[in-house]
């Protein structure tokens, strides 16, 4: 299949490592020229030395208006023209179920939600210069109520709804937005790394009761669904939300 995205130019927020830097990594494959963004130089520079082509990379914290556009900016001094905006900054890392504050739920909402809608809100004129297409990480913690924190679950769903309400919007400038929605994803380091660690055996039988697949997933296995969603191949798909999490919400 020719998802024709050889010289599209893609930037990927928080692509510094994880399910980002693994999208980042099967654009650039597919001959995306690649823009980077993570909020450490050093993440940055590590992330860059894992491609075979030259990337762009750019320090900003996405949860800041300011910093978004300016980001934009960047970006469109770096390569002239901007087609494909993955918003993938978010953490499920908060408080439990009932031991919300005013604070978190505002710092949770900044990252999980406020990251994304800022980012399409600068990156709209230039996308639709090109006829561009957004696509959004969400989760199926933002489907239903698995245990994660409730910050965690609420911004996630209020991200989904985001989505399916700008597809009008957006298509108006020919811009298409979609969202992918992962289950457990292993990355080196992350929160399913750390479970395993400390506890294998209960990850083993978390895994075995929960997810038909009985198993995590890997960054490719999102990557993969996001190149397809950003392609032309895709053209006739806006609003919706994929999940990708082995049969655990559906099955
Ligand atoms: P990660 O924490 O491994 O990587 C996140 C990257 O984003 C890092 O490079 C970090 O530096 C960068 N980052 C964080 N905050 C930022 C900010 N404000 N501005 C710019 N960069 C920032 O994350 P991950 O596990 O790969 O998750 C990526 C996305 O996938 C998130 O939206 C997360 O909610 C979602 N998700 C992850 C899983 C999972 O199991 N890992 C499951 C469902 C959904």
Redesign the pocket.
């Known amino acids: 299949m020719d998802l024709e995205l050889q010289g599209k130019t893609a930037l990927v ?9 693994a999208i980042a990594q099967a654009l650039a494959s597919e001959g995306c020229n690649i823009a980077l ?4 130089a050093e ?1 940055l520079g590590t ?1 860059a030395r894992t491609f075979a082509e030259p990337v762009s990379t750019h320090l ?4 800041q208006p300011a910093k978004c556009q300016a980001l934009i900016e960047e970006v469109i001094r770096r390569w002239n023209r901007l087609d494909i905006l993955v918003c ?5 890392a908060s408080v439990p179920p009932g031991q919300e504050t005013s604070g978190e739920w505002q710092r949770m909402l900044g ?2 939600l406020l ?1 994304t809608t800022n980012m399409v809100a600068v990156a709209r004129n230039v996308l639709q210069q090109s006829q561009g297409v957004v696509l959004c ?5 933002g489907q239903e109520i698995l245990g994660a924190p409730l910050t ?1 679950s609420a911004a ?1 769903a209020a991200l989904n709804q985001y989505v399916r309400g700008m597809a009008r919007p957006l298509a108006t400038d020919n811009v298409r937005i979609n969202a992918i ?7 080196p ?4 790394d750390r479970k395993g660690q400390a506890d294998p055996t209960a990850l083993h039988a978390l895994l075995e009761r929960e997810v038909a697949l009985q198993r995590l ?1 890997q ?1 490719e296995e ?1 990557a993969d669904l996001a190149t397809f969603l950003v392609s032309k191949r895709a053209s006739f798909i806006t609003g919706s939300i994929y999940v990708a999490d082995g049969g655990q919400v559906h099955a």
């Open positions: 927020t928080g692509s510094g490592r994880g399910i980002g830097l963004n993570a909020r450490t993440t992330a900003a914290d996405v949860s993938n900054v978010g953490s499920g990252l999980n990251a990480i969400s989760s199926i913690c965690y996630k929605a992962p289950g457990n994803i292993l990355t380091g992350g929160v399913w997933g960054p999102i």
